[in-house]
């Protein structure tokens, strides 16, 4: 494998201004202060409109990565009008979150990188629970909901703890099931989620602004749907953990409350809703693409469906890029994706390592380099391929994903590092490390899923 020319160090940096630019869109404090509307006389939000008069309190609740930024831009909103005296409440947050406010409480829940529950975080439902009840017919409640919120957002059912409720999500993790399996089967066991807050809420309006971390932006699944009534589907829950094979691993109070559950219709909710997506990874990738074509690349493709398993779809993003090499001989080109893929940890067979999805999908993207750089012919380019979590987290990790190009695949090389096996352990991050190839930025306080970013310029273009 050749040496690693000099400019493609550059193709980094852009790759990284990209992804950041996608980062930035979602800012989750002018995400929200950009939102409601005021003037003398109305409150403007979700879609409703309140008369100032009307409204004693302004009591806020929420959870997730960008609850910090999300209840600091509703701060913002209000700071000028006769709301502002009137607004309280407490937002779920990671650890490292935390910041004061002058109104809104912000409790840490987790530690940075553990994305579950705690104890903490039941602590911080419960007051949540309370807030929402004691709310009267005059007052205006606002949930702010983000990525993250189902693990900052949690009771159990009565009969059930929070370790077993932990040893269900987990093996359902493991097993590499996607978001809405997830959701399906956690939402069975709480007391908040799908719609569940929402029938605890007394006030004359409950309005949440969320940031979407779920492709095509479905309420219902957007953390668990706490303020989206959704028909209660035991019996579906089952199914999936009886397809996935986790039925025998199961707490025997799980399987206890499984199957004396019957599909029952939604808890009755009084409070008329609203709901309103503020920020997006759709929204995101639009910005990546606009900061693409400011550096001078021309962008071929954005897919706004990335899913799936990580190795895979890594491994498919870099063939992409190659096809489109070849396509586009004499162009700068850009291909963009946003979505967020699975890890199936359960396939390592012995204690699995350390990483991410991000991290799997550029690792993924490497083994599928290393093949094409053996075979490959046609045109040269240098080129630079990124995937990271808008969140700043990928997995268990320090980082938020991976950042991939020649010279990276060359300390690969040079170390005699072999992919394949990393990737069958899944130790993205331990490998990623050892050759400069990790993405850290720490928490970005906002969350719209992943963002991943492949360049290409052809060598005889190039001008450093």
Known sequence: ?????????????????????????ADSRSAVSHHPRIDSHSLQIAGQTLPLAGIDRVIVVGAGKAGAGMAAGLEDALRDSPLFEKLSGWV????????????????????????????????????????????????????????????????PVPGLSLAEKLTVTRLLSRSGAPIHELNLVRTQLSLVKGGRLAAACRAQLLATLAISDVIGDPPQVIGSGPTVPMESRPAAALEILRRRGLFEHLPTRVL???????????????????????????????????????????????????????????????????????????????????????????TAGTEPGLGGRNQE???????????????????????????????????????????????VLAQIHKAGLDIP????????????????????????????MDIAVALAVPTERHKP
């Open 256 to 346: 206890k409350f499984f199957s004396e559950a019957v599909d029952r219709p939604p808890e009755p909710v009084c409070v008329p809703l609203a709901w309103q997506a503020v920020a997006s990874n759709a929204v995101s990738l639009r910005a990546a693409a606009a900061c693409a074509e400011r550096l001078g690349y021309h962008v071929v493709d954005i897919h706004s469906d990335l899913q799936g398993a990580a190795a895979e779809a890594g491994a498919a993003f870099y063939q992409q890029l190659q096809l489109r090499q070849q396509q586009d001989a004499e162009r700068r080109i850009c291909l963009l994706a946003g979505g967020e893929t699975t890890v199936n940890v359960a």
């Open 92 to 155: 779920n947050v990671p650890d490292n979150c935390l910041r004061p406010l002058q109104k809104i409480h912000l409790h840490g829940g987790r530690p940075a990188g553990v994305n579950e529950p705690t104890e903490q975080v039941l602590a911080g439902t419960d007051r949540i629970l309370q807030l929402v009840g004691g709310c009267t017919p005059r007052d205006l409640c606002v949930m702010l909901l983000s990525g993250g919120g189902s693990a900052l957002l949690c009771r």
């Open 421 to 448: 096996a990393y990737l069958r352990r899944h130790d993205s991050w331990t490998l990623l490390q050892a050759v400069g190839g990790l993405l850290r930025t720490g928490a970005t306080h906002t969350n719209v």
């Open 361 to 407: 999908f550029v690792l993924a993207a490497a083994a599928a380099a290393e093949l094409a750089h053996r075979t490959q012919t046609g045109p040269a380019h240098n080129w630079a391929l990124l995937s990271g979590g808008t969140d700043g987290e990928d997995g268990p990790t320090d980082a938020a994903g991976g950042i991939l190009d020649d010279a």
């Open 1 to 25: 494998m050749n040496e690693q020319p000099e400019h493609t160090s550059q193709l980094r940096d852009d790759a990284r201004q990209i992804w950041q630019a996608a980062v930035a869109a």
